[in-house]
C-alpha cells in the first residue's frame, strides 16, 4: 500500500495586526512585561466580514490550487474550529460548497478546543488508509474569543490552515497517536460569548502534561530521540509554553524556531500547531523529520510524526506563511473594537 | 496565667505545599497527620482531641464542617473523638495550636493533635483574591476595594515615609527567605532570586511587587501535643511550649492608632515573654509571618527585636539571616515555602520543633528556644508561641 499523509496545505491568515502595545495602553498594563511574560508581540485580527468558515474557504482554496487535484475527489471535509460561526448548522458544508468539490462527500465539524484541526488529520489519515476516500480535507481554523481586559486579548488571534490528506504525499504520516483525559482547564459554555479559563492551572495539569506525555510517547514508541527530528512543532498558545516544552523534551531552539509563529500572529487556536507546522513546510527537504503535537484544552493532544518525501521539491510553496504573517497592516484599538464586533451600536 | 500541666510537641507532620492541582483535601490533611502520627509513635486512638485551623473551607470547597471531615477521614468518627474547626483568617492554624495547647495545659487532655489545612487552588484567582479580603473589615476596607495587598502597601509606604525604609530592604527579606527555602525539601520555591529580580516583578500594590507577596498555597501540617508526663515516655527530644499567647486589634486598619504597628503582636509577643520567664534577646531562631515582606520587617519591631522603624536595619546587617545572630524564617517562611493560610501557624510549628530537634537538615542554626508568630489578615489577630528544649 503506497503511503498515506499530507498531499497539500494552504493557509490564510487575516491582514490585520494588532500590537501587544495597543492592547497594554488601554487597560494600564506594561507593555514590556506582557511581551516578556507571554511572549506574544502581536497578533492578528479578522476583518469585519471574515470568520471561520471565510478562513477555512480560503485556505483549502490555497491547498487545492497547489494540490493541482479535482476538488471532486475530496471525499470529506471537516473542519475544527471553537469559532464556527453557527451553532447549529455545519460550517463544512459551506466549505465544500465554496470549493465546488460536489455533493457526495462526508462532512462534519470538529470542535476539541485548540487540537480540533489536528482531529480532522487523523480522520482523514484513517478515512484514507481504509480506502473510504481518495482524498480528505482537514481544516484548523478560529476566529477566537477573548474578553475586553482578559489576559487572553494579547493572543487570541485568527488564522487557519487546510490540510489534504492523500496518497503520494508531500509529507508522510510515519505514526499518529493521541492523550487525552478530562481536564478542566478552558471552557466556553454554550451561549457565553467569551471563554473561561483556569488561570495557572492551564500549565502544568493541562498543557504541559498533555503536550510532553503524547511527545515523549511518540518518540518512544516508534524509537527516536529529539536529535532524531529536523524541526518539531508545539501548540502555541503563548511563546512559552512551547519554548518551554520543546526543552522539556529535550529539543533545542533551532528545532523549533521555524515554526514558533505565535509570536507574530498570536494564537490562531485551532490553526495554531498546524500553522507553525506549514510554516516548517515551506522550508522542508526531502528525508527530513517532523515531530508536530497538538493541544486542545478540556483537554489532549495530537502527537504526529512526518517524514518528508521527494514530492516536496515539485510542491508550489509560496506564498510562505512567515511571508504572509510579516506583511500585516496595523490597527489601533479602538478599530480592533470595530472589527471584532465589540462597539455596541444600538 | 500558669498552666496546671507543661505542654510539649511529640510529633510533627506537613504535606508538600504547592499547587496541589491533583490532590484533595481530605488526602493532604491525612497526609499530614498520618506523619505527626508515626513521627510521634503513637496510635490513633490515642489522640483524645482534635483541633484543625482553617480559614475557608466554606468558599474554597463549599464544605463546611471541616472538623467532622477530618474525624471521619482519619479513622476517628468511630471513636468519637472530639473534633473542632478554629477559624482566624490565616492565623487559624496558630489557633488551632493554642486551643490545643491551652487543652493539654489545664489538664484536661493528655495528647491532642493540632493541624491546619487549606485547598486553594479549586477556585479562581479573583475568588481568591476575595476570600482572603474576607480577612479585612468587609464594609469598611473591602467594599471601597482595599484588599489584603492594598493595606499592606499602605503600612509599607508610611513606614518608608515615617522611618527611612526602602523597597530594596523588602526586597532583602524575599531574597532571605528564598535563599533559606532552598535548603528546605518541602518548600514551594526552592530557588534564589535577587534584589532586582523583586524590583522588577510587576507591582501588585505599590510599593509592594509579586515577589515581595507570598504564594496562596494548598498544604496541610499536623503537630502532636501531650503533657510533659507522656512526652517523656514517647520521645527523648520533646520540644515544650513554654507560652502561646493570642492577641487583637481593630479590624480595620484605619481604626488603629498607628498603621505602622501591630499592636495585637506587641500585647501577645509581651505576655509570651513574661509566661516563658525569657527576653527577646533570649530567642535564638524566629519564624514570621511573612504574607508581605513588610510585615516581616513590622514584627521584628513589634516582636521587640528592634524599636521601632528600626526594622529593616536587621535585615540590612545581616542578623536575621540564617547564619546570623537571630535567624528568622530559616524554613523558607511564607515567601518560599507557600503560605497555606490555615496550615501556616501549625508550618510555622513543625519548622520550630525541627530545629530545637536539631534535625532541620542544611537549614539547622544553633537554638535551644524559638518563637513563632502568626497573624491573622493584616493582623487583627496574633498568636505567638514560644518553644524550648526545656
Redesign the interface.
Known sequence: MSSVGIVSYGTYIPKFRIKAEEIAKVWGE?AD?IKSGLGVLQKSVPDLDEDTATISVEASREAIKRAKIDPKKIGAIFVGSESHPYAVKPTATIVGDAIGCGNFFHAADYEFACKAGTAGIQTCIAMVKSGMIEYGLAIGADTSQSAPGDPLEYSASAGGTAFIIGKSPIAEVEATLSFTSDTPDFWRREGQPYP?H????TG??AYFRHVYTAGEKIMRENGYKPEDFDYAVFHQPNGKFPVRVARMLGFRSEQIEQGLVVRKVGNTYSGSSVLGFSAILDVAKPGDKILLVSFGSGAGSDAFIFDITDRIEEFEREPKVWDKINRGVEVDYSVYLKLRRKIKMK | MIAVEKVAIIGVGQSEFG?L??KGFREIVLKAGIEAIEDAGLEGKEIEAMYIGNMSGGRYLAQEHISALIADYSGLAELGTPSTRIEGADASGGLALRQAYLAVASGIHDIVIAAGAEKV?DV??EMTTDIMASSADREWEGFVGATIPALFALMAKLHFERYGTTSEDLAMVSVKNHKNGVLNPKAQFRREIRVEDVLNS?LVAEPLHLLDCAPLSDGASAVILANEKIAREYTDNPVFIRACTQASDYLAVQNRRDITTMESVRKASSLAYRMAKISPEDVDVVEIHDSFTIAEIMAYEDLGFVEKGKGAELIREGITELTGPLPVNPSGGLKACGHAIGATGIRQAVEITLQLRGMAGKRQVDCETGLSLNIGGTGATAVVTVYGVR
Open positions: 506594561d512585561s473561561s483556569g488561570g495557572r492551572f502544568t495539569p | 499547587e492541582w491533583d487552588t479562581a484567582s510587576p
